[in-house]
């Protein structure tokens, strides 16, 4: 089977900075985009950040600027650098990733449990 275990959430004061990590581990054949979704409550998850299986990164604009995703293949590993943290930023972070698995001929995606970051003074 196929895991995503996100770590790195916490809480930070606004203007901090935190770094998320979601390591892929399983039967794993190839990975393609991965990326970070974050749900506020009350509202629906949203994309983040994406990036392609060649580091060609997407950003939502409200975190333009401010968000770095990054990869490392060799440790099927996406993160997600957060600075100048808002008190909007405050959700669960959800990792995800379009993973072939070592069993089948098709990718599917696959999403981490989620992990929570709280921005607040």
């Known amino acids: 089977q196929v895991q995503l275990v996100e770590s790195g959430g916490g809480l930070v004061q606004p203007g901090g900075s935190l770094r998320l990590s979601c390591a892929v581990s399983?039967?794993?054949?190839?990975?393609?985009?991965m990326g970070w979704y974050r749900q506020a409550p009350g509202k629906e998850r949203e994309l983040v950040a994406v990036?392609?299986?060649?580091?060609?990164?997407n950003y939502a604009d409200s975190v333009k600027g401010r968000f770095t995703i990054s990869r490392d293949n060799a440790k099927n590993t996406v993160y997600l650098q957060m600075n100048s943290l808002k008190p909007e930023d405050a959700a669960v972070y959800y990792c995800n990733a379009n993973i072939r698995s070592d069993h089948s001929y098709a990718a599917m995606d696959y999403w981490g449990k989620g992990t929570v970051v709280t921005v607040s003074s």
């Open positions: 990036i392609t299986r060649y580091s060609s990164t």
């Open positions: 399983g039967r794993i054949f190839s990975i393609n985009d």
